[in-house]
C-alpha cells in the first residue's frame, strides 16, 4: 500500500470554525489531491498540488484552501466551516501528472 | 463534456460466478483509465490503470479491457469471492492538451454471496 496518513480521521466540529486536515505521504511523489466525496456526486476535486508551494484549484475549490511546504505534507483548511462542507475527504497522490493515483483512508467530517 | 457512467449501479451475485462490470464514457479522446475498489468506510484501492493505447490489462482474477471507439471499459472478475465485495469505480483522464481531468463515475457496488 502507498504510504499516505491522513489525519484526523474523524472530525466533529461546529459551523465558524476552522478545520485543518493533514495528508502525509511516504512516497515522495511529486502530487497530491485532495477530494471529497458525497452520494450522488462521486468523487469531486478540491485542490491539488505538483511541487512545494505549487497549488492549484479544483472544480469545488470556495471555502478551502491549501498549503504544500513541504512535499511529504499536504494541508487542506477550511477557514469557516459550514454545513455544506459535512463529507467525506481524501487526499490522494500520483508520481506524474497523468500517473496512477493512490488514496488515503479518508477523513470523515462532519459539521453540525 | 465526458460523462462516466456505471451501470449497474449494484450487483449481487453468488460465489464462484464470473462477473464484469461495465464503465461507459462519452468522448473517446481518453488518456487513460483506472480502476479502484472501496471497501465501506475505507480509501480507494488502485486495481488496474490502462493506457489509451493498451487494449487490456490483467491482475490475478482481474482484467480491465479497454475500447475507446465504444467508449467502453470492462472490468472482468473471474471466481468471485466474497472478500471482492466492495465499490468499484472507474476513472477516465481526458486528453486535452494540458489540462487532463479526471473524470469519475458513481460506481457499483458489488455483494458476492458465500
Known amino acids: 500500500d502507498a504510504g499516505i496518513t491522513q489525519s484526523p480521521r474523524h472530525k466533529v466540529t461546529e459551523t465558524g470554525t476552522p478545520v485543518t486536515l493533514r495528508c502525509h505521504q511516504t512516497e515522495n511523489h511529486r502530487y497530491m489531491y485532495w477530494y471529497r466525496q458525497d452520494p450522488g456526486h462521486g468523487l469531486r476535486l478540491i485542490h491539488y498540488?505538483?511541487?512545494?508551494?505549487?497549488?492549484d484549484k479544483g472544480e469545488v475549490s470556495d471555502g478551502y484552501s491549501v498549503s504544500r511546504s513541504k512535499t511529504e505534507d499536504f494541508l487542506l483548511t477550511l477557514e469557516s466551516a459550514t454545513s455544506s462542507q459535512t463529507s467525506v475527504y481524501f487526499c490522494a497522490i500520483s508520481e506524474g501528472v497523468n500517473g496512477e493515483l493512490f488514496f488515503g483512508e479518508g477523513s470523515r467530517l462532519t459539521v453540525l | 463534456k465526458q460523462e462516466v457512467t456505471q451501470i449497474p449501479a449494484a450487483l449481487s451475485v453468488p460465489e464462484g460466478e464470473n462477473l464484469v462490470l461495465n464503465c461507459s464514457f462519452t468522448d473517446s479522446a481518453i488518456y487513460n483509465l483506472q480502476w479502484f475498489r472501496q471497501d465501506p468506510g475505507k480509501g480507494l484501492t488502485s486495481l488496474l490503470l490502462?493506457?489509451?493505447s493498451q487494449r487490456e490489462q490483467t491482475s490475478g482474477r482481474l482484467n480491465a479491457s479497454l475500447d475507446k471507439s465504444s467508449g467502453r471499459s470492462t472490468l472482468y472478475i473471474a471466481a468471485s469471492q466474497p472478500g471482492d465485495s466492495a465499490t468499484y469505480l472507474c476513472a477516465v483522464r481526458l486528453d486535452a492538451g494540458n489540462n487532463r481531468k479526471l473524470i469519475w463515475g458513481l460506481g457499483t457496488s458489488l455483494a458476492v454471496n458465500p
Open positions: 490502462i493506457q489509451s
Open positions: 498540488s505538483y511541487g512545494v508551494k505549487d497549488t
